[in-house]
């Protein structure tokens, strides 16, 4: 073989070296393609399979169980380490849970879903502020009724005062206001069992029950000294909050009792039929008006005071101001007004008697009102359970803040037991002069 011939052989030799090992490198490369397809392949069906789980995990997790007894040795907890980056030692308190499940006398019967709810409670309690509630779950289904309009109880708006649960206002017709309850009565005991280290719902849920049981309650009756016990016996309260009749031929009177879901609804009604009787002046009464649903006073408010006018400002916890304004529809403006307040005036009314006096320069008649100057949002909890916490304190349109010191009528009058016992109504007679001066 010549040297050429060799030279020719080798390099074909290394042509085909070459290209196998090119061929080799080509294979590699396509291995890995598909190795990385096969890969992300499985990793998405990992991720949808993940996902799905998850999904479920959180449904699971979120569908509203029915509530049971959950016995304390036997519990489970979830959620027991702090999620928040600036933690808290809660090791008292698991520390206290301990405690009770190894030595309470009555552990193997304790419900650790009640001790979670009386934490909760607790908590709520130590903020001082007695407008902030937990509600478990049937607590929740009764507040909803009450503010649908129809519940069993005695019929009474109940808050608290000076740290004492107090009567704001029974309700017009209810059994609570035929048994002589007023605004203002201070109640000690219910069942004979002392509720002074009871939250105001926890006293509420004792107060209420089935129609035509009776409830049996240590009432201090406002400027008297000795307690009265007074049963009153339960029934189903169908509330209906507007009335309008007409005590003279030109002069129409429009009690509001509260404001619930069918409020706006009811007073549109009745004043259709004060226009429809041309009446000259309107006598308003939101005596023994414990409040209720912000948006419903600002639609009533809406009907009696000129378009884009300001019905209450709300400050929150950054001082940040919100204005709530009359929305239109308004059709009272024009009519003259006397506004009847007292101390059951509380909340949505006082917002109302607010507005009127500082939009409209509206004459307030009777004794200074209950002074809630806070406003509470209702938050659904998983479970069926609720929480309603202040978020906001209420200004008057001209910046007047009235918690606790209510809004000072312009000409103050007096009920007095002897009056409400012959029947008399003082403070509605002197509505009654002043709207005359306004129409005149």
Not at 272 to 291: E, F, H, M, T, V
Not at 311 to 327: C, H, P, W
Not at 366 to 388: D, M, R, T, Y
Request: aromatic content about 6%; hydrophobic content about 40%; overall charge negative.
């Amino acid at each position: 073989m010549t040297m050429e011939n060799l030279e020719n052989e080798t390099g074909i030799e290394m042509k085909e070296m070459e290209d196998a090992k090119v061929r080799e490198i080509q294979n590699l490369a396509r291995n890995r393609r598909l190795f990385k397809k096969y890969i992300f392949f499985f990793l998405m069906i990992f991720l949808l399979a993940g996902s799905f789980w998850v999904g479920y995990e959180r449904g699971k997790n979120n569908t509203v169980q029915p509530e049971k007894n959950t016995a304390l040795n036997s519990a489970i907890l979830n959620n027991k380490e702090p999620t928040s980056a600036e933690k808290v030692d809660f090791s008292l308190f698991w520390k206290v849970w301990d405690l009770l499940k190894e030595k309470h006398v009555d552990n193997k019967t304790l419900d650790a879903q009640k001790l979670v709810y009386g934490a909760i409670n607790g908590m709520l309690r130590a903020t001082g502020d007695p407008y902030s509630n937990f509600f478990d779950p049937q607590q929740s289904k009764d507040f909803s009724a009450n503010i649908e309009g129809s519940f069993d109880g005695i019929g009474v708006e109940l808050g608290v005062k000076d740290g004492i649960l107090t009567v704001v206002a029974p309700l017009d017709g209810s059994p609570a206001q035929k048994a002589g309850i007023r605004s203002g009565d201070k109640i000690l005991k219910v069942g004979g069992k002392v509720i002074a280290d009871l939250t105001s719902d926890e006293a509420i849920g004792l107060i209420r029950g089935k129609k035509g049981t009776p409830v049996v309650m240590t009432i201090l009756h406002q400027g008297e000294n000795d307690t009265h016990d007074v049963t009153v016996l339960r029934d189903t309260i169908e509330v209906h909050s507007v009335d309008v009749s007409f005590k003279q031929a030109d002069i129409a009177y429009l009690r509001i009792s509260q404001f619930s879901d069918n409020t706006d609804k009811e007073f549109d009604e009745a004043m259709n039929k004060i226009i429809a009787q041309k009446s000259k002046g309107i006598i308003l009464d939101l005596r023994d008006d414990p409040g209720g649903l912000l948006d419903k006073a600002v639609n009533i408010a809406s009907r009696m005071i000129p378009e884009k006018q300001v019905v209450v400002s709300e400050e929150d916890n950054t001082g940040k101001k919100d204005s709530l304004y009359t929305a239109g529809g308004d059709k009272l403006s024009a009519v003259p007004m006397v506004v009847l307040i007292n101390q059951g005036s509380a909340s949505a009314s006082e917002i109302l008697a607010g507005a009127l006096r500082d939009d409209r320069h509206t004459i307030l008649v009777g004794e200074k009102s209950f002074g809630k100057g806070c406003v509470q949002e209702l938050i659904n909890l998983p479970g069926g359970s609720s929480v309603k916490i202040t978020v906001a304190k209420w200004l008057t349109p001209n910046g007047d803040y009235i918690m606790d010191k209510g809004i000072a009528p312009d000409d103050v009058v007096d009920l007095t037991k002897d009056d409400i016992t012959n029947n008399r109504d003082p403070q509605l007679d002197k509505a009654i002069e002043v709207i005359k001066g306004e129409i005149k």
